[in-house]
Antibody, heavy 114, light 107 residues
């Protein structure tokens, strides 16, 4: 059974940093690209970033480019999102998702507030 | 960036009736279009990819059509569990973009 479990969310002040993790199981992790997608409270879905299966290629939404870094450790079946220079508008539930969008985690909540 | 526009924002339909949801892309995305369903407090669920291919386990009452810039999700006979928010997503160009969603509510 495929499982994706996010962690690392919390409350952080504007300008601060946070690192999200996503633990994957039930599939051959390094065969698949992985996404981060976020959803602000009461709002729609916003794609954030994608990393290829081998970690060699990464892509970002313009809204996070230069501030967020996606990475993965295939030996640990884990996906990460390093978030720096956080803004209030980054407040959202952050989901990790398998490449074709067929599996999603339940999300981890990030709140940026002073 | 490709802008995805969904219409209508809210659709009121009675159970057993057909629902038709639309999604328009600001430029061609070929058939690289997916549809998701999201219920309150849940993660999105993939319904359709490649514009018209049902994902594993998705009932046949869900169908997708279109290519280029115009796409449609049709639910042939609404069940109570189908009332939710639906999003289209293009993955033809970077960045990947979602529509703003259509809320399907019980009439």
């Amino acid at each position: 059974e495929v499982q994706l479990v996010e962690s690392g969310g919390g409350v952080v002040q504007p300008g601060g940093s946070l690192r999200l993790s996503c633990a994957a199981s039930g599939f051959t992790f390094d065969d698949y690209a992985m996404h981060w997608v976020r959803q602000a409270p009461g709002k729609g879905l916003e794609w954030v970033s994608l990393i290829s299966g081998d970690g060699g290629s990464t892509y970002y939404a313009d809204s996070v480019k230069g501030r967020f870094t996606i990475s993965r450790d295939n030996s640990k079946n884990s996906l990460y999102l390093q978030m720096n220079s956080l803004r209030t508008e980054d407040t959202a539930l952050y989901y990790c998702a398998k490449s074709h969008g067929d599996y999603w985690g339940q999300g981890t909540l990030v709140t940026v507030s002073s | 960036e490709i802008v995805m526009t969904q219409s209508p924002a809210t659709l009121s339909v009675s159970p057993g009736e057909r629902a038709t949801l639309s999604c328009r892309a600001s430029q061609s995305v070929s058939s690289n279009l997916a549809w998701y369903q999201q219920k309150p407090g849940q993660a999105p669920r993939l319904l359709i990819y490649g514009a018209s291919t049902r994902a594993t386990g998705i009932p046949a009452r869900f169908s997708g059509s279109g290519s280029g810039t115009e796409f449609t999700l049709t639910i042939s006979s609404l069940q109570s569990e189908d009332f939710a928010v639906y999003y289209c997503q293009q993955y033809n160009n970077w960045p990947i973009t979602f529509g703003q969603g259509t809320r399907l509510e019980i009439k």
